[in-house]
């Protein structure tokens, strides 16, 4: 069946460092993908996504890697910001479905 | 401008009593979902409609039922909540097939006493 995991559950990261929030997917049918970031009491908030024809595509420090030798799916944030700390969600697609992973929640140290 | 609406924002219900969760949107889009979430876990998929077209998920519990009276509504029912309800609901409208951006509203956190 489709599923989509992520391999930390939390993830704490130096102010001004670079985060990465890694991703596993299992259905190597899906075509599209997506990062969401929630806040604490909020919906989630969508971020980049990439499809299945990319590797690579970049937003306003993010960036999203695609490799679909192995299934694997990463967020990458450049120079974290104590805004940016929230759970981050990866999904896929699957004809009307958004499925989501697990999360992880990304704590920025002062 | 709020696109994907939800009222109330937290609704409080006894166990065993019906409660309604309202979400409106403002966006035109055919496609609806209804999603749970509870503490520290993903979004879990209720149902969607694509129109008027009702699509549940197998394991979607008989309690929760939903209903689309036009595009622009769409109600999550819960007939009789048992504490295990206690979540925040998500809905999330997407524009149709073609596209794939889905828009999420603030949730509805549900507390069942």
Known sequence: ?110 | DAMVIQNPRYQVTQFGKPVTLSCSQTLNHNVMYWYQQKSSQAPKLLFHYYDKDFNNEADTPDNFQSRRPNTSFCFLDIRSPGLGDAAMYLCATRKDRATDTQYFGPGTRLTVL
């Not at chain 1, 930390?8 to 993908?33: R, W």
């Not at chain 1, 030798?69 to 999904?91: E, M, N, R, W």
Request: charged share 20%; proline share 4%.
């Open chain 1, 1 to 110: 069946g489709e599923s989509v995991g992520l391999h930390l559950p939390t993830l704490s990261v130096q102010e001004g460092d670079n985060s990465i929030i890694n991703c596993a997917y299992s259905n190597s049918a899906s075509d599209y993908f997506i990062w969401y970031k929630q806040e604490s009491g909020k919906g989630p908030q969508f971020i980049i996504d990439i499809r299945s024809n990319m590797d690579k595509r970049q937003g306003q420090r993010v960036t999203v890697l695609l490799n679909k030798t192995v299934k694997h799916l990463s967020l990458q944030i450049a120079a974290t910001q104590p805004g940016d700390s929230a759970v981050y969600f990866c999904a896929e697609k699957g004809d009307d479905k958004i499925i989501f992973g697990k999360g992880t929640r990304l704590h920025i140290l002062p």
